[in-house]
T-cell receptor
Framework: DAKTTQPTSMDCAEGRAANLPCNHS???????VYWYRQIHSQGPQYIIH???NNETNEMASLIITEDRKSSTLILPHATLRDTAVYYC????FGAGSYQLTFGKGTKLSVIP | EPEVTQTPSHQVTQMGQEVILRCVPI?????FYWYRQILGQKVEFLVS????????KSEIFDDQFSVERPDGSNFTLKIRSTKLEDSAMYFC?????????????FGEGSWLTVV
């Protein structure tokens, strides 16, 4: 799986948008970008995934650059409960076990 | 919303004892996983399981570890003779097999403390 690079930590004011960047310059054509988060040692929670088009769900938006070498996860109105470690993972989408490889992620602190 | 459930939430065991961690994956899922996270470290892949056999395992998953799906609903991780360094949070995960459903969903974890 392609390697990703994320900032170690970020702060965001409560109610503002949190924009979390991720670089994945070696991503291959059959790899998707997945985002998970982990709130204080709870199980990793799936947020969103995408291939090349921008995606939105009830939790977040995912913006992927045209060359697919980087992406941004956007939490539109961050709350204190969004304080967590956010992981950007690239992974093949398809049949097979295709496990996830977690890096250190970005520790997002939402500040009142 | 369907979820992966794990028991126990916390277990303390003496070094050298056998431990079994249990998981009930989401009901229509076919791929099952165990991960672990030592305190303050990254989430690490241990093993994946499909069609009643191990499909992939990491270097961590040595002969002390085994997995089983004994009854079609539970998925277990057994550690035969626990060591101090096995103290960690263990996460079970599962996913279905379809073109539209490829996401891996995690349980809340089982804290294992080896003393």
């Amino acid at each position: 799986d392609a390697k990703t690079t994320q900032p170690t930590s970020m702060d965001c004011a409560e109610g503002r948008a949190a924009n979390l960047p991720c670089n994945h310059s070696t991503i291959s054509g059959n790899e998707y970008v997945y985002w998970y988060r982990q709130i204080h040692s709870q199980g990793p929670q799936y947020i969103i995934h995408g291939l090349k088009n921008n995606e939105t769900n009830e939790m977040a938006s995912l913006i992927i650059t045209e060359d697919r070498k980087s992406s941004t996860l956007i939490l539109p109105h961050a709350t204190l409960r969004d304080t967590a470690v956010y992981y950007c993972i690239v992974r093949v989408f398809g049949a097979g076990s295709y496990q996830l490889t977690f890096g250190k992620g970005t520790k997002l602190s939402v500040i009142p | 919303e369907p979820e992966v459930t794990q028991t126990p939430s916390h277990q303390v065991t003496q070094m050298g004892q056998e431990v079994i961690l249990r998981c009930v994956p989401i009901s229509n899922h076919l791929y099952f996983y165990w991960y672990r996270q030592i305190l303050g470290q990254k989430v690490e892949f241990l093993v994946s399981f499909y069609n009643n056999e191990i499909s992939e395992k990491s270097e961590i998953f040595d002969d002390q570890f085994s997995v089983e799906r004994p009854d079609g609903s539970n998925f277990t991780l057994k550690i035969r003779s626990t060591k101090l360094e096995d103290s960690a949070m263990y996460f079970c995960a599962s996913r279905t097999e379809s073109r539209s459903g490829n996401t891996i969903y995690f349980g809340e974890g089982s804290w294992l403390t080896v003393v």
